[in-house]
């Protein structure tokens, strides 16, 4: 049977350009953060200051949705809830952070 398969032998590795510095997995990982910070985290603390912010400047009249889809206006404002009027007579109280984003004036009526 080996008279019809030939033989592998294996061949040798051709030379590398020279040895790895041994600063290089370092700059690699250097690389991998500096993307992650541009790409993940800038943006998400980014994200975090706007959304202080519109807690911050809430007050009473405001139009504002909630992270679950109420949308309703805002009557009273405490350190930590706010309360959402969201039909006549109909009073929530929510908490300040899961307000989502306030809307023009007059959102509610066209609802």
Partial sequence: MNGLISAAWAQAAPNASGPLSPLS???M????VAIFYFLLFRPQQKRAREHQSLVSRLSAG????????L???VTE?????????VAEGVRVK??????QQLVPKGTL???
Avoid at 62 to 69: I, K, L, P, Q, R
Avoid at 94 to 99: D, N, T, Y
């Fill in 77 to 85: 404002v405490g350190d930590t809830f706010v309360t959402l009027e």
């Fill in 62 to 69: 405001d139009e504002v949705v909630t992270n679950g889809g």
């Fill in 25 to 27: 997995p370092l700059l």
């Fill in 109 to 111: 009526k066209s609802a």
């Fill in 29 to 32: 990982v250097v690389v991998f």
């Fill in 94 to 99: 929510v908490q300040k952070v899961q307000i």
């Fill in 71 to 73: 949308l309703g206006r």
